[in-house]
C-alpha cells in the first residue's frame, strides 16, 4: 500500500489504557516512539477517572495492588507520593444483612444462623468428599471447594448479575484466574493470621491509590510518554488495517493513514479483525464473532454527609436489588469530592450493550440507583443531591462455552502476522487485572526491544503473577535487569 501522507513511527498501538500507555512508556525509556491510537476524547480506557463538578469517581473501584515487582516500580516512579495506602474494606448484603468479604467464618455464622451454618458444613464436607467432574464449569469449580449451599448464598447471585449467564455456562478458567489460591483454609488462616494470607489478592487487607484516582496514573504517563517525543492522538477510532502475508503494513484512523515497523493492539479482538483488510478468512472473522463482552453502568450519587459506611465497596448479593456493587469513593481517597460533607457513591449495573437497562434514560437510572440505595438503608432520598451516569462498553470479556475455541483459532491466524502483537484485557479477551495488563504492555515493547516473551503463555493464567511462581526463567531475569538497548535498526 501506497500513501505518500500516511505519518511514519516506529511503533503504533492502538488503544491508550494501562496497556498501551505502558508499553508507550517502556518504549520511551529505550529511546523508542510511538504514536497511540484512542478512539474516546480520554485516555486510560475502564481504569480512567471521570469528573463530575468537582467530585471524582473510577469506573469500578481500581486498587493497585501487584506481586509484580517491575509494575510496583512503574507505580512509584509515576506517582510518588501521591500513590496512597488504604485500608480495605468490604462487605456482602445478602438477605438483609451485611457480611465481611473476605468471608470471616464467625461472622458468617452469627449472619446465617447456627442451623444454616451446619448445612453449610455439611455441604462442603459432601462436595469434598464426592466431588462433581468434569470440573468444566464456575458453578462446579466453586461448589467443589466451598459446597453447594455456601455457592448459592456467596457466589451465584452476584457472579450471574455481573455476566448475564447462568454459572454453568461460565467456564472454570474464569473461576482459577480469579479465585484460584482461595479455599476455605485460606479464608480460616486469613481469619487467624491475617499476615500469612498476603500472597492471595482475594484476601488482601490493604492496597495502594492515587490520591486522584486511577486516572492521574495515566494522565501522567501520557504527559511523560509525549514529553519523550510519543504523540497520544484522541478521537481516533480505528478504521482499518491494512496487512499482507507476514505482516501488518499501516492503520487507517480517522481518515489518517499510519505506517509502522511495528503494531500493537488493546482494542477488543472482534474489532481488530473486523477491521483488516483484506478482509482474513471467513472462519477467523466467525471465531471473532464468537467473542463475547458484559457491560455495565456506573451511576454516580453524590450524597449529604460524610462516613456514610466504612467500605470501599459493598457486594450487592440480594437478588431483589439490581445493583451490583457499590463504591465508596471517598473511603478510597478523601480528595476524590471537593466537599468533605458529600459523599460520592457508585452503584454499578451490569447489563449487555443495547439491552432495556443499557438503553434506559440517565434519569430513570438515576432514579433507579437513589431508590436501591435508600432500600439498602445506606441513606435518606432527601441527602442524594445529585447524580450522572456514565456507560462502559466491552468492559469484561466473557469466558463462556465458545470463548476458548475461538480465541484459538484467533491466535493461530496472528501467528501469520508477527509484527502485530496484542495486549492489555480486550486485547486479549483475557480477564486481567491492571497490573497484568501493564506487564503485557512492557514485554510487548520489549519484544520490539529484541526480547522473545510469549504474551500467551505467561505461566498458563494469571494467578501465576499474584503467587509469584511459574514464570521463566528468562521472565525471572527480565525483572531485575536493565532495560534492554534499542536495536540499531531501530533508531
Request: charged residues 25%.
Amino acid at each position: 500500500m501506497t500513501d505518500l501522507s500516511a505519518i511514519e513511527a516506529p511503533v503504533i498501538i492502538l488503544g491508550a489504557g494501562p496497556a498501551g500507555l505502558t508499553a508507550a512508556y517502556e518504549l520511551t525509556k529505550n529511546g523508542l516512539s510511538s504514536v497511540l491510537l484512542e478512539q474516546n476524547p480520554w485516555i486510560g480506557g475502564l481504569a480512567r477517572t471521570v469528573e463530575y463538578k468537582g467530585n471524582r469517581f473510577d469506573l469500578g473501584g481500581h486498587r493497585f495492588y501487584t506481586k509484580i515487582p517491575l509494575v510496583e516500580q512503574i507505580w512509584q516512579e509515576v506517582l510518588g507520593k501521591d500513590l496512597l495506602v488504604r485500608p480495605r474494606l468490604s462487605r456482602i448484603y445478602y438477605k438483609s444483612k451485611f457480611f465481611r468479604y473476605p468471608i470471616e467464618p464467625l461472622d458468617a455464622l452469627r449472619g446465617l444462623g447456627l442451623l444454616e451454618g451446619i448445612r453449610c458444613c455439611l455441604s462442603m464436607m459432601k462436595s469434598r468428599l464426592f466431588p462433581r467432574v468434569p470440573e468444566h464449569n464456575f458453578e462446579r469449580w466453586v461448589s467443589n471447594r466451598f459446597g453447594r449451599r455456601l455457592f448459592e448464598i456467596f457466589f451465584k447471585t452476584y457472579t450471574e448479575k455481573v455476566w448475564g449467564i447462568n454459572c454453568s455456562d461460565i467456564q472454570a478458567d474464569w473461576a482459577a484466574q480469579r479465585i484460584g489460591n482461595l479455599s476455605l483454609c485460606s479464608v480460616l488462616v486469613n481469619a487467624t493470621f491475617p499476615r500469612r494470607s498476603r500472597d492471595i489478592r482475594t484476601l488482601i487487607r490493604q492496597f495502594q491509590y492515587p490520591r486522584l484516582g486511577p486516572g492521574m496514573m495515566w494522565s501522567r504517563v501520557r504527559e511523560i510518554v509525549e514529553e519523550r517525543g510519543s504523540e497520544v492522538r484522541l478521537n481516533s477510532p480505528v478504521e482499518r488495517i491494512h496487512w499482507e502475508a507476514g505482516r501488518v503494513i499501516a492503520v487507517r484512523s480517522a481518515g489518517q493513514v499510519y505506517r509502522a515497523t511495528h503494531f500493537l493492539s488493546s482494542i477488543p479482538i472482534r474489532e481488530l479483525i473486523e477491521a483488516l483488510d483484506p478482509m482474513p478468512p471467513e472462519h477467523v472473522r466467525r471465531a471473532a464473532r464468537e467473542l463475547h463482552y458484559r457491560d455495565f453502568i456506573t451511576v454516580a450519587l453524590m450524597v449529604q454527609g460524610s462516613n456514610l459506611f466504612p467500605d470501599n465497596w459493598i457486594y450487592i448479593h440480594d437478588p431483589r436489588l439490581i445493583v451490583g456493587r457499590i463504591q465508596n469513593y471517598n473511603n478510597w481517597s478523601a480528595d476524590m469530592t471537593s466537599d468533605p460533607e458529600v459523599t460520592c457513591l457508585g452503584l454499578e449495573y451490569f447489563c449487555f450493550e443495547g439491552d432495556r437497562q443499557w438503553n434506559a434514560k440517565d434519569d430513570e437510572l438515576i432514579s433507579l440507583a437513589k431508590r436501591e440505595l435508600v432500600q439498602l438503608g445506606l441513606t435518606e432520598e432527601r441527602h442524594i443531591l445529585d447524580g450522572t451516569v456514565i456507560r462502559v462498553p466491552k468492559a469484561y470479556p466473557i469466558y463462556d462455552g465458545a470463548y476458548k475455541q475461538a480465541l484459538g483459532t484467533v491466535r493461530d491466524f496472528l501467528r501469520t502476522v508477527p509484527n502485530l502483537q496484542l495486549i492489555g484485557r480486550n486485547g486479549m479477551h483475557r480477564y486481567n487485572n491492571q497490573d497484568h495488563s501493564m506487564l503485557t504492555g512492557v514485554l510487548a515493547a520489549r519484544n520490539i526491544l529484541g526480547g522473545h516473551f510469549d504474551l500467551w503463555n505467561l505461566g498458563g493464567d494469571v494467578g501465576y503473577l499474584e503467587a509469584g511462581h511459574d514464570l521463566t526463567a528468562e521472565q525471572l531475569r527480565a525483572f531485575g535487569e536493565s532495560q534492554p538497548a534499542v536495536p540499531r535498526t531501530m533508531t
